[in-house]
């Protein structure tokens, strides 16, 4: 069983950034593919970026050019850094890790763009 906890988030005006950090712990971190989703209101929950065990990373057309996915093994986390935001970029972040069949998520945390 793998614990995700999420943190960094908050409101931001457009064209900030923020850096979002997710802690794992309670698995061998290293083997996780990890991933960060996010679910705006009235909408369903959309893949952001992924970022494998080996560290190849991809990311939503949405995103390209102003998101990063990074991971540190050695500190069992994972962060998105989030630059130039939009207000489209309002919505709740999710972590996810992901190792063949099992998966596991946080419990997100909220990110604001707002004058």
């Known amino acids: 069983q793998v614990q995700l906890v999420e943190s960094g988030g908050g409101l931001v005006q457009p064209g900030g950034s923020l850096r979002l950090s997710c802690a794992a712990s309670?698995?061998?971190?290293?083997?996780?593919?990890m991933g960060w989703y996010r679910q705006a209101p009235g909408k369903q929950r959309e893949l952001v970026t992924t970022?494998?065990?080996?560290?190849?990373?991809n990311y939503a057309d949405s995103v390209k050019g102003r998101f990063t996915i990074s991971r540190d093994n050695a500190k069992n986390t994972v962060y998105l850094q989030m630059n130039n935001l939009k207000s489209e970029d309002t919505a709740v972040y999710y972590c996810?890790?992901?190792?063949?069949?099992?998966?596991?998520w946080g419990q997100g945390t909220q990110v604001t763009v707002s004058s």
């Open positions: 309670g698995g061998i971190f290293s083997i996780y593919d």
């Open positions: 970022i494998t065990s080996g560290g190849s990373t």
């Open positions: 996810n890790a992901r190792a063949g069949e099992l998966t596991f």
